[in-house]
């Protein structure tokens, strides 16, 4: 296979790097030894972990500074940082026990890193200062492994269409596309309006294979894989069609092929492609927290023609599947653990400091949550929009394998496959079994 430029996604590029904090190990007897003791009256040391753009460390940083004015003897040390390489970051962390006291984690880092709930505390254990009532079972369930309550969620998410109305208006089409028929016009019309390489769509492999679920679920209306069990529920041959509904897309103009994408913009995210700014590419396939960064992406011709599209049907099911966008937990090694579950009510449950993060890290999952951040005015209209269309139609619910690094990495599986398609112009049965066996590889039961 050609190997070409790496490509970076723009979750893996947002941010700049952030205050560096005191990392600490928290020492002592762990919360899993014995019950965690009450808050003290004493000075109470944090510290806390995450990784965001400056929005977000700008919203995290306030709530800190609100916290401190609440409990002046809890301060409070932030460690923060670019997605890229932050799990390589973290994981290290993980293994030597010096994680923060409070982490922000992915979802999958729970299996991964927590199994035997080795590295992160029971938060039922913290219940008195953490109101675990304000989600809903079937959000707390995706963190709960090993019988412990690891984490809390602090927004789900999924994925739908962004367009930029205006480029399609430039391709002499009325409105975004609403069906699959929409999209094939609208390939023809780029290339014959607007040029060979301007395209209605483009994702990078990871996005491909979301779209390529989406379009399995759609069609079939059963789940990728059982989210308890990682157990795969589709065979070779039903793997290879949503492949190949993929190369379909590049085969009639509508998805930008991958080297076609690499010779114009190298290894820029697609938000900061000029193809995107400019209009040359008219939309996206992304996580609806995401809406802002490509509105904002387009420059002033553009800008006002941004519109978060609908979930096309494709197929006779409602496709797609959500899952939980970022959960915070508490280490095992922390020595206040009481105090961590206080600062993390204070984030995701009371008022104020629910009002200050908003929506930097998605629609709050919390019920307490949402309302202060509905009542302060803090979630991005945009977002709401994307969420509450994902959450109309998306039924389905991720399994904690599929973001697994070895598949979904810059230099994933998911990239590696689609490169193969666009570079060698193979169809989804010659690249399938590479897929499935690193399925494996992760995890996966595959029974194939």
């Not at 209209?381 to 269309?389: D, F, I, R, V, Y």
Request: proline residues 5%; contains cysteine.
């Amino acid at each position: 296979m050609t190997s070409p430029i790496s490509r970076r996604s723009f979750l893996q590029a947002a941010g700049a790097a952030g205050a560096a904090g005191l990392l600490s190990a928290c020492g002592g007897p762990s919360a899993a030894d014995s019950a965690p003791a009450g808050p003290s009256d004493g000075a109470v040391s944090l510290t806390i972990s995450w990784w965001g753009d400056d929005t977000r460390r700008a919203a995290y940083q306030e709530a800190l500074t609100s916290f401190f004015r609440q409990h002046p003897n809890i301060t409070v040390t932030p460690s923060t940082g670019e997605w890229e390489d932050w799990e390589d970051t973290m994981s290290a962390k993980f293994a030597a026990g010096t994680a923060e006291d409070l982490c922000q984690i992915r979802w999958n880092w729970l299996q991964k890193y927590s199994a035997d709930a080795q590295t992160f505390l029971d938060l039922s254990s913290v219940s008195e200062y953490l109101d675990l009532s304000q989600w809903e079972e079937s959000a707390l369930s995706p963190c709960r492994v090993a019988d412990a309550q690891q984490a809390v969620p602090m927004a789900f998410t999924g994925r739908i269409f962004f367009w930029n109305s205006t480029a399609f208006q430039s391709a002499g089409i009325t409105g975004v596309p609403r069906t699959l028929e929409d999209l094939y016009a609208a390939g023809e019309a780029f290339r014959d309006q607007l040029g060979e390489n301007c395209y209605p769509l483009y994702l990078d492999g990871y996005g491909r294979m979301c779209l390529a679920v989406f379009y399995l679920e759609s069609v079939y209306g059963k789940p990728w894989a059982d989210p308890a069990s990682s157990t795969l529920n589709y065979s070779l041959t039903e793997i290879a069609e949503g492949l190949d509904f993929i190369k379909d897309l590049v085969d009639r103009h509508v998805l930008m092929p991958l080297p076609t994408y690499y010779g114009i913009n190298g290894a820029s995210p697609v938000h900061l492609s000029s193809q995107w700014s400019t209009g040359q590419l008219g939309g996206v396939f992304d996580w609806d927290y995401t809406a802002s960064l490509y509105q904002q992406a387009l420059d002033e011709d553009n800008r006002a023609g941004f519109a978060v599209g609908e979930e096309i049907p494709l197929g006779p099911y409602k496709g797609g599947f959500t899952m939980v966008a970022a959960a915070l937990a508490i280490s095992q090694s922390c020595q206040h653990p009481a105090e961590a579950a206080m600062l993390m009510d204070f984030l995701l449950n009371q008022e104020t400091g629910a009002a200050i993060l908003g929506s930097v890290c998605g629609i709050p999952a919390s019920r307490a949550g949402l309302a202060a951040a509905q009542a302060a005015g803090t979630l991005d209209p945009l977002t709401e929009e994307a969420h509450s269309k994902v959450a109309e139609s998306c039924l389905f619910q991720a399994d904690p394998l599929f973001e697994d690094s070895t598949l979904a990495a810059d230099n994933g599986i998911y990239q590696q496959v689609f490169e193969t398609i666009d570079y060698d112009g193979v169809s989804g049965s010659a690249v399938v079994k590479t897929l499935t066996d690193a399925m494996g590889a992760a995890g996966y039961s595959t029974n194939l």
